[in-house]
């Protein structure tokens, strides 16, 4: 491991100046110190921001649902306004990683970790993500696990993260705090999709830190949900999901919130399939015609080509568990 200095930090004040002067955050170290142990990454400076006061779960005055970046993905996953007011959220941080991890990671953490693109992760392969500029193996390699969606000539690689294809769902807002102030970034602009620079992955200054994620109040009643498609039942990465909330009222489908997982290079919202199901009356035609929206603009690779239909079954299925029919 490359040697590096280690600051614990107690205040946001002190988090801050470390952060300005070039340190990496860390917390739940899930993701970062694997990488380090491989020498994938090899900051020089870490600064342990895990005692922060930002571990609250909360709901805002206008009904929106605030979680703070170092609550865990188990406190967040079984929190009871979490689990009442967006079980989508609940189920897709439950259907990640394995039990010990989800005590460890953060929210926060979550949503910043890294691609488990194989070659990302082997240090002799070519990774515009690692090395800008090296080229892309995975394009030429296996690439079966990759994206299909939002991909660039420099990179494919999915975003691993299932608990950030709910927040991309329902539009939610990422609130950082940095040496200029604080400030609230949709989530749709957070991740970054790769264009020629993959290895500029968030919207995230020099210094800034995830404070918060907001989702914004919806109508209610809600029902929400999440399914991950992926090689075992256990312990592995999407090869597709979908993230579902519908707000049904008088018969009709008055709110739609869709987004897929593992597919794209970053969480895919899916307005087309949103826009299929607004005003409509739920029933099996109506799932199966919305989700074949769901491949649009697809560009499948030499060993992903399943991905497009996988995906639209997902949605369709989602559709169907989270709406039913009448
Ligand atoms: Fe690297 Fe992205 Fe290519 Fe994987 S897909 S090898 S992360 S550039």
Redesign the pocket.
């Known amino acids: 491991m490359h040697p590096f200095t280690y600051t614990r930090v107690s205040d946001t004040r002190a988090a801050l100046d470390a952060g300005r002067r070039g340190g990496r955050y860390i917390a739940g170290g899930t993701t970062l110190v694997d990488l380090m142990r491989e020498t994938v990454e090899r900051p020089e400076s870490l600064i342990d921001i895990s005692g922060l006061p930002l571990r609250e779960v909360g709901v805002t005055e206008r009904g929106g649902l605030r979680i703070g970046a170092l609550v865990t993905m188990a406190e967040a996953a079984a929190h009871p306004k979490v689990r009442t007011l967006h079980p989508v959220i609940s189920e897709a941080l439950e259907l990640s990683a394995s039990a010990q991890l989800r005590n460890m990671a953060t929210i926060g953490g979550n949503i910043m970790q890294r691609?488990r693109?194989t070659?990302?992760r082997d240090v002799t392969?070519?990774?515009?993500?690692?090395v800008p500029g090296s080229g892309?193996?995975?394009?030429q390699g296996y690439n079966r696990t990759?994206a299909i969606l939002g991909t660039s000539d420099?990179?494919?690689?999915t975003h691993p993260s299932d608990v950030a294809v709910a927040f991309a769902a329902l539009e939610a807002r990422v609130h950082l705090l940095g040496p200029d102030g604080a400030r609230q970034v949709p989530f749709a602009d957070f991740l970054l999709r790769?264009g020629r620079t993959?290895d500029r992955e968030q919207a995230l200054g020099q210094g800034e830190l995830i404070t918060t994620v907001e989702i914004p109040a919806l109508p209610r009643p809600l029902r929400s949900g999440y399914l991950k498609v992926r090689d075992r039942q256990s312990y592995e990465f999407a090869l597709t999901s979908a993230a579902v909330a519908l707000h049904v009222r008088g018969g009709l489908i008055r709110e739609a919130k869709v987004a897929a997982g593992g597919v794209g290079t970053v969480p895919w919202k899916l307005p087309a399939v949103e826009r299929h199901l607004i005003g409509e009356r739920p029933s099996e035609a109506l799932w199966a015609a919305a989700a074949a929206r769901a491949a649009d603009g697809a560009r499948p690779l030499q060993h992903n080509r399943f991905k497009a239909e996988l995906l639209k079954r997902t949605v369709e299925r989602q559709l169907r568990t989270v709406g039913g029919t009448k």
């Open positions: 691609t693109c070659y990302f392969a070519d990774c515009n993500k690692r892309c193996a995975a394009r990759h420099a990179c494919v690689a790769p993959p």
